[in-house]
């Protein structure tokens, strides 16, 4: 429906004194009745709809009508002319009140179907027109001219509706509790005047083609809150395969999330919340005169490094991207190369054929099939508009019954991809064992969502699945404008799995704990260094504002560079750098060098912690990387190395850490085994060094403490 067009809906609400009545503890016809309406009239408010509605009542004391004269038309009164939902309306709804008279429904039927004629002739854009009658069937009628108003009814073009009690059809104890705390509508068998009354509105029913709904069918449909129905206006596009095939397209959004306005809070006045509060802005120099500067003295100005760069506005226009409106179609790849990481954008764009196009049918419908049997996707290049960023997405083919389409979803750029290193899990340890296998398939079968009671439909699929966000907010809001003092409603849980998946997967899931133990592992304390020390003893000359979390390393890691090799003064961190900018083999041999120069080019051992640390951390992420033979093979010939040029002392200090060989029960992807890695380290070397050797490192060791 447009804009301009709108929906006139007439609320015909009975209140005679048979409405009132229900047993102890349920909620009458009246309460349930008044209980929907104000649902109803939340749904428009909250969908901000243009649509009309005017509430009028039968069985009042009062006749406040068109129609009435001496006894004709009696005990029917507008209470409410058509105008748009607002909170007056709930305000009127709390005034409503059970009469001592009853009515003729079908002269209540009259009086309304007349008031909507001369009412809605002089408005503009209605392009429907409904009454929705809520009763509980036991008033009269007298029949005598029911054709004349049925036929009346069908030529004015509305629609009737009926919400009314349920005779026992349903199950009482599932009927929804109302506002008021009372119980669901009391359940009671039909009176033979129910009958005649329910009878004669389902003849206004088969030629109205109208419906009937009980009060618990009516709120559960109006339970959930839905927005504002927006229909998507179509983007045309000249879709360009090669510079000879052009194909005229229009675009819509087939999905994107749903941000209702009404979450847009104002702040207004606490002591007239109608009065909206005006926000006036200011803008001072940030130095200590504080100069106020006017608007026109303001321009734009980008960071660069430590200074902003002044851009004017002509400078922004020349700054931008030139573009056209444009899709292209790039190339083609399989669809199995668009991995689903890949899938960027805040939606998915429907495209179709512009059918006004002479031969244009044609070559979209053979462009879609021709994906669809290749099972290739299209890479396009798309532009909304003249001046708009450039995107780059993937074009999917989709054939139905009753559409031919072509699906668009946004493709990342290199900038716009995150890279991240795990740690392999092809490992023995995390290798599953037979039963835990089974357990997990176990799982996954007893809570598959096809398997339900309602075997013709699959549970909580998204278009029938609403968000708990926005169902939360809308009943807060209602629950606020009409109760300001009361606390806000209990959150209730939404989304759990299906009644009968959730008992069927018990069992299932309790052997799960059994199969998958999970135990708390306590966190390591951290080591304190000296630069801890001295930024404990800092602390005390002022307030703090990040912990040591956010602190990281200090001053050192401030004024750290971009790090593009492994260094001598902190190697380790400078290799876990490499590692995470992806590049692994790059630091793997630097780390093996600075390696080899830490242990050969020391003075005695000066430099055999770092040395240390440095194997320490080359196996690990040998480990992490699935490269276990990377680190064997340089952890063989370093034992030979140091040991024949007189480096046996560091060799006995990695045999006391128990730095070995990576074993086929760390790596999967090892083919050395638990006790060829232990028996590495018990291998000794007979290698002694020359005593001129030792006696050099002494001698220079007696000069340094000299020094």
Not at 47 to 53: A, L, M, P, V
Not at 257 to 270: D, G, S, T
Not at 442 to 469: G, V
């Amino acid at each position: 429906m447009a804009r301009s067009e709108r929906e006139a809906l007439a609320i015909l609400l009975d209140v005679s004194p048979s409405m009132a009545s229900a047993p102890a503890g349920h909620a009458s016809p009246l309460e349930t009745s008044l209980d929907i309406i104000q649902m109803l009239i939340q749904r428009q408010m909250f969908q901000e709809s243009r649509d009309e509605i005017c509430l009028i009542l039968f069985g009042t004391d009062e006749s406040e009508n068109q129609l009435h004269e001496g006894n004709n038309y009696k005990n029917i009164s507008i209470l409410r002319r058509f105008e748009l939902a607002n909170w007056h309306f709930f305000e009127l709804l709390k005034k409503v009140k059970a009469g001592n008279a009853t009515a003729d429904i079908l002269d209540a039927i009259v009086v309304t179907v007349d008031y909507m004629r001369t009412d809605l002739a002089a408005k503009k854009g209605i392009v429907a027109k409904r009454i929705i009658l809520f009763t509980d069937y036991s008033c009269t009628f007298n029949a005598n001219q029911f054709k004349d108003i049925r036929a009346a009814i069908k030529s004015a073009q509305i629609q009737l509706d009926c919400v009314g009690p349920d005779f026992g059809d349903g199950d009482d104890e599932s009927a929804p509790s109302t506002s008021n705390g009372a119980g669901g509508p009391h359940v009671k068998q039909r009176t033979e005047q129910q009958r005649a009354t329910e009878n004669l509105l389902r003849k206004f029913h088969e030629a109205l083609e109208g419906a009937t709904y009980t009060f618990s069918d009516a709120m559960h449909i109006l339970s959930v809150y839905q927005t504002k129905s927006v229909k998507s206006a179509a983007t045309k596009f000249v879709l360009e395969v090669g510079s000879a095939v052009k194909i005229p397209v229009a675009s819509f959004i087939r999905v994107r999330e749903n941000k209702p306005k009404i979450f847009q809070m104002k702040k207004v006045f606490a002591k007239d919340t109608q009065q909206e509060v005006k926000v006036d802005r200011a803008r001072f120099t940030k130095d200590e005169e504080e100069r106020d500067v006017d608007q026109d003295e303001l321009v734009d100005g980008y960071r660069y490094g430590s200074t902003f760069v002044p851009f004017s506005k002509t400078d922004e226009a020349n700054m931008k991207y030139k573009t056209e409106k444009a899709l292209a179609v790039l190339g083609f790849t399989k669809s199995k190369n668009i991995k689903r990481h890949m899938c960027l954008g805040d939606g998915v764009h429907q495209i179709i054929v512009d059918a006004n196009v002479p031969g244009a049918e044609t070559a979209f419908n053979a462009f879609v099939h021709a994906l669809i049997e290749l099972d290739m996707v299209a890479i396009v290049r798309k532009v909304y508009r003249a001046t708009a960023n450039v995107e780059v997405g993937f074009l999917q083919a989709q054939v139905k019954a009753n559409c031919v389409c072509l699906f668009y979803i946004r493709l990342p750029f290199a900038e716009d991809m995150r890279q991240f290193t795990f740690d392999s899990l092809e490992q023995k340890a995390f290798t599953p064992n037979a039963e835990q296998l089974n357990a997990m398939d176990e799982l996954i079968s007893t809570m598959d969502l096809t398997q339900t009671q309602n075997e013709d439909k699959e549970a909580l699929k998204p278009k029938l699945c609403f968000n708990p966000y926005i169902q939360r907010m809308f009943k807060c809001f209602a629950h606020r404008a009409m109760n300001p003092d009361d606390p806000l409603p209990d959150l209730a849980q939404d989304h759990e799995p299906p009644q009968d998946v959730a008992v069927r997967a018990g069992p299932v899931i309790d052997a799960m704990k059994r199969q998958f133990p999970l135990k708390e592992v306590a966190k390591a304390k951290k080591l304190k260094t000296g630069e801890d020390v001295f930024k404990e003893s800092d602390e005390g000359a002022g307030p703090s504002t990040a912990d040591d979390e956010e602190l990281g390393g200090g001053m050192a890691e401030l004024t750290r560079k971009n790090v593009t090799d492994v260094g001598t003064v902190d190697p380790v961190g400078d290799f876990k750098a490499l590692v995470a900018n992806n590049q692994l083999d790059k630091a793997c041999d630097q780390i093996k060098q600075r390696t080899r120069s830490f242990i050969m080019d020391a003075i005695g051992n000066l430099f055999y912690g770092k040395a240390k640390d440095c194997l320490r951390t080359l196996r690990e992420e040998s480990i992490k990387a699935g490269k276990p033979e990377r680190f064997n093979e340089f952890l063989r010939t370093l034992k030979a190395d140091v040991v024949a040029k007189g480096r046996q002392d560091f060799w006995d200090a990695v045999v006391q850490e128990g730095t070995t060989l990576i074993s086929n029960a760390e790596s999967s992807q090892s083919d050395v085994s638990s006790e060829e890695a232990q028996g590495f380290l018990q291998a000794e070397s007979k290698y002694k060094p020359p005593a001129s050797a030792k006696k050099s490192f002494d001698d220079a060791d007696d000069l340094m403490d000299e020094l």
